[in-house]
């Protein structure tokens, strides 16, 4: 864990614009990780604020079909429901439907999380996946080229809800996490330190009714059990957030570029 977090932050005015905002920082990442490795592993999470950049990402009449290096990417999922890859509460189905129906990524390709398994077969079921794919040894961490967070209202990120038992996971990759708070309801999500080892990590969150859990976690006391999203530390101490003007109304004015920085300590 850095000792210091750079937290760079990008306001947009509103949320089309986000999206777009959106979908060129995905396109500039890949191209940048599939220029200096050969391939573009990234990890992306559910909700309707990804989706739009999706949507944007499928469109033929967007410029950012046609400039993805589709043949260079490997998609993963940050974490899942347990239900069905056709259920409607699906971050699989949701990404299929705005995104995969419309771009040439072949199945072995895309990694999905199988949350119409029992969860812990599932987790470890991806965990044996990230490992295969990424070649893995021992306790080695596979290391994503992007991952792509949101945050909900209670400050979880990915499935790592406040006062579950996967925030104390340190060895494992992926895991089943039971979310009382969530309908009582299980999840498969990656563990944060999978999530810090990345070599980009952002938080994509738009709307005023987020404004306040933002301002919480990212200028607040350091309380992760309570506000897990604080818990994402890159390794390589910068943290990047896409932000509409709701979401970013009670953090410290961006520039006039719409640019802002904020400093954490350990």
Known sequence: MPEKLKIVYHVEPDAGSLAQKAAQYFVEKVEQAAAARGRA????????????????????????????????????????????????????????????QY????????????????????????ESELRNRFRLEGAE????????LGMGPDGHTASLFP??????ELGRLAVANHVPAAKDTWRITLTWPVINQAVEVFFLISG???????????????????????????????????????????????DAKGLGVLERDS
């Open 41 to 100: 592993r990234i990890a992306i999470s559910g909700g309707s604020t990804p989706k739009a950049a999706f949507k944007l990402l499928g469109d033929a009449g967007q410029p950012w079909r046609a400039r993805m290096p589709w043949d260079k990417l490997d998609l993963w999922w940050v974490d899942e429901r347990c239900v069905p890859p056709n259920d409607a509460d699906s971050n699989f189905r949701m990404t299929s439907e705005a995104l995969l």
């Open 103 to 126: 771009v040439p990524l072949k199945s072995d390709q895309i990694h999905r999380m199988e949350g119409e398994l029992e969860p812990e077969i599932a987790a470890a079921r991806y």
């Open 141 to 148: 961490t596979p290391r994503f080229d992007l991952v792509q």
């Open 163 to 168: 006062h579950t038992q996967a925030l104390n």
């Open 208 to 254: 005023e009714d987020k404004a306040k859990i933002l301002k919480e976690v990212f200028t607040g006391q350091r309380d992760p059990d309570r506000l897990p999203s604080q818990l994402i530390r890159p390794a390589g101490g910068i943290l990047t957030l896409l932000l509409d003007r709701g979401a970013a109304a009670q953090l410290p004015a961006p």
